[in-house]
C-alpha cells in the first residue's frame, strides 16, 4: 500500500527558510517522480515543481524559481521541500503529490502540511 | 501559466447530474490528453478522480465521467449523492509546468 507521509507543521517569520519531507513507502522509490503542490488559505492548488525519478532532476514553476529547492534522499525514500525567503503569501499547505513516471497525473497524495509564516 | 477556469460552486439535488467545466488553452488543455480531475475535502488530501480525460481509477464509482472539447474539459457526476460534496480541481499537463483549475465547489443540496 502506497503511503506518503509529510513531516509535521511549521511556523516560520518572514524571511526564513522552511524545509518540508515527505517519506514515500509501498513502492519502488526510483519509479516515480515527486511533484509539491500548495493550497493557501480560500485559494486554489498550486503546481510548485517536480523531482524526476531519473537522476533527480527538477522543474519548478516559474513563481517559485530562485526561491524553491527539491531534493531527494533515496536511502530513506524520502523527498525535500525548501522555500526560502518566505512571505506571508507563502502561509499554505503544502502536498506532495505522486506521478508514475511520465502518466501525467497524481495518483497519491500526501496529507499535508501546514506552513504558517507570521511575524 | 494561468490557471484554467472553473466556475466556483456548481450544486444539485441528490440523484441529479451536475457537470463542471475546465476551459485552458490550447498550450494545456486542448494541446494534452492529460487532463485530470481531484476531488478534495478540506483537510484531507486530494483524491484522483479521472485522469486521460476520461479514465476512471480503481475504486472511483462510475458516477463520475470526464469529456473534452477543444480547449475545455468537463467532470460530470452522476446520480449526485452527499458524500460528493467537496472541491473540485481540474488539472492538465502543459509540458512541464501543470497548471491546475480554480476549483469548484459542488453542493449537494
Known amino acids: 500500500q502506497v503511503q506518503l507521509v509529510q513531516s509535521g507543521a511549521e511556523v516560520k517569520k518572514p524571511g526564513a527558510s522552511v524545509k518540508v519531507s515527505c517519506k514515500a513507502s509501498?513502492?519502488?522509490?526510483?519509479?516515480?517522480?515527486m511533484h509539491w503542490v500548495r493550497q493557501a488559505p480560500g485559494q486554489g492548488l498550486e503546481w510548485m515543481g517536480i523531482?524526476?525519478?531519473?537522476?533527480?532532476?527538477?522543474t519548478y514553476a516559474q513563481k517559485f524559481q530562485g526561491r524553491v529547492t527539491m531534493t531527494r534522499d533515496t536511502s530513506t525514500s524520502t523527498v525535500y521541500m525548501e522555500l526560502s525567503s518566505l512571505k506571508s503569501e507563502d502561509t499554505a499547505v503544502y502536498y506532495c503529490?505522486?506521478?508514475?513516471?511520465?502518466?501525467?497525473?497524481?495518483?497519491?497524495w500526501g496529507q499535508g502540511t501546514l506552513v504558517t509564516v507570521s511575524s | 501559466q494561468s490557471a484554467l477556469t472553473q466556475p466556483r460552486s456548481v450544486s444539485g439535488s441528490p440523484g441529479q447530474s451536475v457537470t463542471i467545466s475546465c476551459t485552458g488553452t490550447?498550450?494545456?488543455?486542448?494541446?494534452?490528453?492529460?487532463v485530470s480531475w481531484y476531488q478534495h475535502h478540506p483537510g484531507k488530501a486530494p483524491k484522483l478522480m479521472i485522469y486521460?480525460?476520461?479514465k476512471r481509477p480503481s475504486g472511483v464509482p462510475d458516477r463520475f465521467s470526464g469529456s473534452k472539447s477543444g480547449n475545455t474539459a468537463s467532470l460530470t457526476i452522476s446520480g449526485l449523492q452527499a458524500e460528493d460534496e467537496a472541491d473540485y480541481y481540474c488539472?492538465?499537463?502543459?509540458?512541464?509546468?501543470?497548471?491546475f483549475g480554480t476549483g469548484t465547489k459542488v453542493t449537494v443540496l
Open positions: 490550447s498550450s494545456d488543455v486542448g494541446g494534452y490528453k492529460y
Open positions: 509501498g513502492d519502488t522509490f526510483s519509479s516515480y517522480h
Open positions: 503529490a505522486r506521478e508514475v513516471v511520465d502518466i501525467y497525473h497524481f495518483d497519491h
Open positions: 523531482l524526476k525519478s531519473s537522476g533527480g532532476s527538477t
Open positions: 488539472c492538465s499537463y502543459a509540458g512541464r509546468p501543470y497548471v
Open positions: 486521460d480525460v476520461t
